[in-house]
């Protein structure tokens, strides 16, 4: 699927539903959510790179354990969903930008990946994957999560692309927190 389709595919999604995927509901998603937060290497953190977050349902929770989110994702109607949501939270900037092109300049202290990854054409997750190493050659730690189901569109699915990090980045792998639904793998930089 183009980007450009991928685009509207998205754009449809949040225009029928302002939670496509039931973030605010799904047992699913509240499981996951702790766990990705119990996974985090530090009870807190400074500077946070969310990439993907939708309407922003993670983001409050990792906004409650980091100095300063920098949350980013390519839909704009997913945005302004994320904008009310998080009215009032002081400590998160929200950015429409393509992951991995479009990454926001700087380093991290902790970059999470949650449910993204897999929706990257080859070329951009061979580019996503350069881009985490940089990030973990810095000190950075990554977690990355993927459904583990297989999708109708996306060109991988959450158990390739983990354990193609697994390989790449296997110098800087801290974590495998596998589920049987969900594959959550953290990295740490030095």
């Known amino acids: 699927m183009s980007a450009t389709a991928e685009h509207e595919r998205f754009k449809r999604l949040y225009q029928d539903s302002s939670d496509p995927w039931g973030y605010r509901t799904s047992g699913y998603e509240h499981a996951k ?5 119990a996974a985090l290497p530090k009870p807190a ?8 977050c939708s309407i922003g349902v993670f983001t409050g929770l990792l906004a409650a354990r980091c100095q300063h989110v920098v949350a980013i994702d390519f839909s704009l109607s ?12 002081g400590n998160v900037d929200l950015l429409r930008a393509s992951f ?7 380093s991290w202290d902790v970059i999470v990946c949650s ?4 929706y990257l054409q080859p070329p951009a997750l061979d580019e996503a994957i350069g881009w985490l190493k940089t990030q973990l050659s810095y000190g950075a730690s990554a977690l990355a999560v993927s459904w583990r189901g297989v ?14 990090l697994a390989r790449e980045l296997a110098g800087w792998h801290a974590l495998d927190a596998r589920q049987d639904e969900y594959r ?3 990295f740490d930089g030095r």
């Not at 997913?78 to 939270?89: D, K, Y």
């Open 33 to 37: 959510y702790a766990a990705t937060l």
């Open 45 to 52: 953190h400074g500077l946070c790179l969310e990439v993907g």
């Open 78 to 89: 997913a945005l302004e969903l994320a904008r009310r949501h998080l009215q009032g939270v």
């Open 100 to 106: 991995p092109e479009e990454a926001p300049p700087g």
């Open 115 to 118: 449910e993204v990854l897999y």
């Open 151 to 164: 999708g109708r569109d996306e060109p991988a699915t959450g158990d390739q692309v983990h354990d193609r």
């Open 184 to 186: 959550l793998d953290r």
